[in-house]
């Protein structure tokens, strides 16, 4: 059986002009600012605080992936089609997909198959110029910042051995994350080390998407720590009087943009941390708008419960004053059996065995579910190589359990191969009454914060802090952050921070090697294992199979 690729079938889909899709949510065609005929950016008026009570927001998250993703954001946005379906009023609302993944190791990111949020080209390459923006501002910080460290009267006195901050682009570029710049005598400036970060990783966009509007976005850009004086003194963005202007470079960024599902319901797409380096989540403001606009909100929170999920709940639902009503946990086959310990070259050769030995993954965060005192509905990714025994055998397995599980075929049927995970889901939903339950409390001290994720979470023997991490430990003390939540950098291909470990791993240490801080936006980032916030290309990049001809018709995305 031949199937259409993604980008195929985005191509051939008649897409509905926006200001149609904004009239299905109330929204005016005056409201809209307009980036041609199907893309959109809200204003952020069209928040409603007395509506957003009301609806429930369904996080989406995964069991460990394998190198090449399970599909959540293909489940997330077959799941909005689903409850559409249902009569439920439902809005999906995602991240923006990044340039390195797109043109590295995972392609485009705006779902797959028959559950795509299209423009898809669109999305997939630039959008509307958020990430540009981002990137835009923080380089104007690192800007200001080594203009105010050559400056013949000493400016600030900043201490350039105690920088830390770095230039971003939106590209995995490996070449770049270490550098020496000031280099071209005099006028070049001072001499330093520093380096590039991905655009992703930039505090820039973890502080655009825990903002609440512009206010709180130039209160947190002023908070930045920069370095510290020759004196020992703490030097922030708003000691530069940076805030302002970097505030303006993101004057549209902050507003989240509006397209649509192939079956033309709205998705709401902003803002693009990654989980493995950052909060993993769309923007506070997305959210609680699409919160305002709908009965349902389906979100995504990227790689699995350890990453994503957790950071979503002790730092995304703390800031965002909501809580999840329901936990949709993806899992396949071909996951099951790669941390069952097949090699990716054989995941579609059936292998029951396999598939039983590496259940204790998804098991591990079936229970992290249950940490965060949220009702899960497992959503079984199908793909054409799957077995009905080994499909039959996760079912049975589930059901005992105790655990609702329902086989998602959005990637080939759309919303109508999701209909059985939708009623499953607003039933969970519809009947919990609660909210979610943190894994620490931020005024515990941050080595009670990394120890409770890794432990809990993880399920980890122990934390151990190497001398550079102590070193921060004291510096973030100095800086007044200790009440603040963790947002730990770890490999998303393992619960351990050795990458290699699979399945489910058992008495490990998680190693602490330093502690990064994000002031502006309000957490500190434990850096695990060999965590790198610049990723480079693989050995075959994405990239070498695309290309546009003289019609201006895309290949290769997908």
């Given at each position: 059986?031949?199937?259409?690729?993604?980008?195929?079938?985005?191509?051939?889909?008649?897409?509905?002009?926006?200001?149609?899709?904004?009239?299905?949510?109330?929204?005016?065609?005056?409201?809209?600012?307009?980036?041609?005929?199907?893309?959109?950016?809200?204003?952020?008026?069209?928040?409603?605080?007395?509506?957003?009570?009301?609806?429930?927001?369904?996080?989406?998250?995964?069991?460990?992936?394998?190198?090449?993703?399970?599909?959540?954001?293909?489940?997330?946005?077959?799941?909005?089609?689903?409850?559409?379906?249902?009569?439920?009023?439902?809005?999906?609302?995602?991240?923006?997909?990044?340039?390195?993944?797109?043109?590295?190791?995972?392609?485009?990111?705006?779902?797959?198959?028959?559950?795509?949020?299209?423009?898809?080209?669109?999305?997939?390459?630039?959008?509307?110029?958020?990430?540009?923006?981002?990137?835009?501002?923080?380089?104007?910080?690192?800007?200001?910042?080594?203009?105010?460290?050559?400056?013949?009267?000493?400016?600030?006195?900043?201490?350039?051995?105690?920088?830390?901050?770095?230039?971003?682009?939106?590209?995995?570029?490996?070449?770049?994350?270490?550098?020496?710049?000031?280099?071209?005598?005099?006028?070049?400036?001072?001499?330093?080390?520093?380096?590039?970060?991905?655009?992703?990783?930039?505090?820039?966009?973890?502080?655009?998407?825990?903002?609440?509007?512009?206010?709180?976005?130039?209160?947190?850009?002023?908070?930045?720590?920069?370095?510290?004086?020759?004196?020992?003194?703490?030097?922030?963005?708003?000691?530069?009087?940076?805030?302002?202007?970097?505030?303006?470079?993101?004057?549209?960024?902050?507003?989240?943009?509006?397209?649509?599902?192939?079956?033309?319901?709205?998705?709401?797409?902003?803002?693009?941390?990654?989980?493995?380096?950052?909060?993993?989540?769309?923007s506070i403001i997305a959210t609680r708008m699409g919160m305002s606009l709908s009965d349902f909100v389906v979100t995504e929170a990227g790689f699995g419960s350890d990453l994503g999920a957790e950071k979503f709940i002790d730092i995304v639902s703390g800031y965002g004053g909501f809580s999840p009503y329901a936990v949709v946990l993806v899992a396949t086959i071909r996951a099951l059996k790669y941390h069952g310990g097949i090699e990716r070259e054989k995941l579609t050769e059936s292998n029951l065995?396999?598939?039983?030995?590496?259940?204790?993954?998804?098991?591990?965060?079936?229970?992290?579910?249950?940490?965060?005192?949220?009702?899960?509905?497992?959503?079984?990714?199908?793909?054409?190589?799957?077995?009905?025994?080994?499909?039959?055998?996760?079912?049975?397995?589930?059901?005992?359990?105790?655990?609702?599980?329902?086989?998602?075929?959005?990637?080939?049927?759309?919303?109508?191969?999701?209909?059985?995970?939708?009623?499953?889901?607003?039933?969970?939903?519809?009947?919990?009454?609660?909210?979610?339950?943190?894994?620490?409390?931020?005024?515990?001290?941050?080595?009670?914060?990394?120890?409770?994720?890794?432990?809990?979470?993880?399920?980890?023997?122990?934390?151990?802090?190497?001398?550079?991490?102590?070193?921060?430990?004291?510096?973030?003390?100095?800086?007044?952050?200790?009440?603040?939540?963790?947002?730990?950098?770890?490999?998303?291909?393992?619960?351990?921070?050795?990458?290699?470990?699979?399945?489910?791993?058992?008495?490990?240490?998680?190693?602490?090697?330093?502690?990064?801080?994000?002031?502006?936006?309000?957490?500190?980032?434990?850096?695990?294992?060999?965590?790198?916030?610049?990723?480079?290309?693989?050995?075959?990049?994405?990239?070498?199979?695309?290309?546009?001809?003289?019609?201006?018709?895309?290949?290769?995305?997908?």
């Amino acid at each position: 059986m031949t199937f259409k690729s993604d980008l195929e079938i985005a191509q051939a889909s008649k897409l509905k002009p926006i200001v149609e899709i904004a009239k299905t949510l109330g929204i005016k065609e005056d409201d809209l600012e307009l980036y041609g005929k199907y893309k959109a950016k809200l204003p952020l008026a069209l928040t409603d605080e007395s509506k957003i009570a009301n609806a429930k927001l369904i996080l989406v998250t995964a069991m460990t992936p394998t190198p090449a993703g399970e599909g959540k954001t293909t489940t997330s946005i077959g799941l909005c089609e689903g409850l559409n379906k249902l009569g439920k009023k439902t809005t999906v609302v995602l991240r923006e997909p990044s340039l390195g993944p797109v043109f590295g190791m995972k392609g485009g990111a705006a779902g797959g198959g028959f559950s795509q949020v299209v423009p898809m080209e669109d999305i997939n390459l630039h959008f509307t110029g958020d990430f540009a923006a981002i990137e835009k501002a923080n380089n104007l910080l690192a800007a200001l910042i080594d203009n105010d460290i050559q400056k013949p009267d000493g400016g600030l006195g900043i201490d350039p051995r105690t920088v830390e901050w770095k230039r971003v682009m939106d590209m995995n570029d490996r070449a770049l994350r270490n550098i020496v710049s000031g280099l071209g005598g005099k006028s070049g400036g001072m001499i330093r080390e520093t380096g590039f970060n991905i655009t992703a990783a930039s505090e820039i966009m973890a502080i655009l998407c825990l903002a609440k509007n512009l206010n709180d976005l130039k209160e947190k850009i002023g908070n930045i720590y920069i370095g510290d004086t020759y004196q020992k003194k703490a030097v922030f963005a708003k000691d530069l009087n940076a805030q302002g202007a970097v505030a303006l470079l993101l004057k549209e960024a902050i507003k989240p943009n509006l397209v649509q599902t192939l079956e033309g319901n709205p998705a709401i797409i902003h803002g693009g941390p990654f989980a493995n380096i950052a909060q993993g989540a769309n923007s506070i403001i997305a959210t609680r708008m699409g919160m305002s606009l709908s009965d349902f909100v389906v979100t995504e929170a990227g790689f699995g419960s350890d990453l994503g999920a957790e950071k979503f709940i002790d730092i995304v639902s703390g800031y965002g004053g909501f809580s999840p009503y329901a936990v949709v946990l993806v899992a396949t086959i071909r996951a099951l059996k790669y941390h069952g310990g097949i090699e990716r070259e054989k995941l579609t050769e059936s292998n029951l065995d396999a598939v039983k030995a590496g259940f204790a993954n998804l098991e591990k965060h079936i229970e992290n579910t249950k940490i965060f005192g949220l009702p899960a509905v497992i959503s079984l990714n199908r793909f054409i190589t799957d077995s009905e025994e080994e499909i039959s055998w996760v079912m049975e397995k589930c059901k005992e359990l105790g655990v609702q599980i329902a086989l998602a075929e959005g990637w080939e049927k759309g919303g109508a191969g999701m209909k059985e995970l939708a009623e499953k889901v607003s039933q969970a939903a519809e009947s919990f009454e609660g909210k979610c339950w943190p894994v620490y409390q931020w005024k515990d001290s941050i080595q009670e914060k990394i120890e409770a994720v890794a432990i809990k979470i993880y399920g980890a023997k122990g934390v151990e802090f190497l001398p550079k991490a102590r070193q921060n430990l004291n510096k973030i003390e100095r800086l007044g952050l200790s009440d603040k939540p963790v947002c730990i950098a770890k490999t998303q291909n393992s619960f351990s921070d050795d990458a290699k470990k699979r399945g489910r791993p058992k008495d490990f240490i998680i190693t602490v090697r330093e502690i990064e801080v994000a002031a502006g936006a309000g957490f500190v980032i434990p850096i695990t294992g060999d965590m790198l916030r610049m990723p480079g290309l693989p050995n075959v990049p994405a990239a070498m199979g695309m290309d546009i001809d003289n019609d201006g018709k895309i290949s290769g995305l997908s």
